[in-house]
């Protein structure tokens, strides 16, 4: 029986077309809590991202891919990126300097920006955020980096910043975040806050920062416009967002 269904946020709830969470999608999350199943977000996007839930209250927030995590009433837990890493990759983003977004609880800001930022910008309507100095970040909690950089710049990233791993969903960046804090730490963090059973869960992903969520959970759906790899080890695939792909699969569950 499933009690939890933890949802990614773009290219799963939010439309990659529409940048909005299809109305049919809103119906069948307010049908999963009229039947007392625990829905949550399970996101690469700090709160101030969340805007796109249109104040609709899931029973948890994942956010920043597993670094902040909260209800509607506490922070059931956090991890911030290493100290040394943050001067590390201050260091190394005046030899090798690239876009860098620095993540702390609500808010973002940049080091600079270029036209790979505007890109995603108009993919997520999330990235707008101002550039400029960003020395002070080491006296501050930042939960997470969004660095503009390919993958075989990310992994000499890694170098430099030894207490954090990476995930992307997209080319042209990729989140490092603190070892540690992941998606499915963060279920694991929920089901003892909640009492719920492992077995109990489910969650939807369409990208390479959902593929470990998705092994970890009892089912995984991925979404029709998923990457090949997440439809691979996905227990079902369903219909892309547009065309109503998570009330497609609850059906398809017998769960609305």
């Known amino acids: 029986m499933v009690k939890a269904i933890f949802f990614d946020i773009d290219g799963t709830l939010v439309s990659f077309h529409t940048h909005q969470i299809p109305d049919s999608t809103f119906e069948a999350l307010n049908k999963l809590q009229e039947n007392g199943i625990k829905i949550f977000i399970a996101t690469g996007r700090g709160k101030d991202g969340l805007f796109v839930l249109k104040d609709f209250k899931f029973d948890g927030y994942i956010t920043l891919n597993g670094q902040y995590c ?61 550039a400029g100095d960003c020395s002070q970040v080491i006296h501050h909690k930042v939960y997470q980096c969004m660095c503009f950089v390919n993958e075989d710049e990310e992994k000499q990233l890694l170098k430099v910043m030894p207490h954090c791993i990476s995930a992307r969903w997209h080319p042209l960046f990729c989140d490092v975040s603190p070892i540690g804090g992941t998606k499915q730490n963060s279920i694991d963090q929920f089901l003892k806050y909640y009492n719920i059973d492992l077995s109990e869960t489910m969650a939807f992903g369409d990208g390479g920062n959902d593929k470990e969520m998705l092994e970890h959970v009892a089912i995984s759906v991925a979404m029709g416009n998923a990457n090949e790899e997440l439809k691979e080890i996905a227990d079902y695939v369903s219909d892309d967002v547009d065309h109503d792909g998570i009330v497609k699969a609850l059906q398809h569950y017998n769960l609305i």
């Open 70 to 130: 909260y209800t509607n009433d506490k922070v059931i837990y956090e991890n911030t990126i290493d100290k040394n890493d943050l001067k590390h990759l201050l260091h190394y983003l005046e030899d090798y300097p690239f876009p860098c977004g620095f993540t702390e609880e609500n808010t973002k800001y940049f080091n600079m920006r270029d036209e790979r930022v505007d890109k995603i910008h108009a993919i997520t309507h999330n990235d707008d955020h101002p």
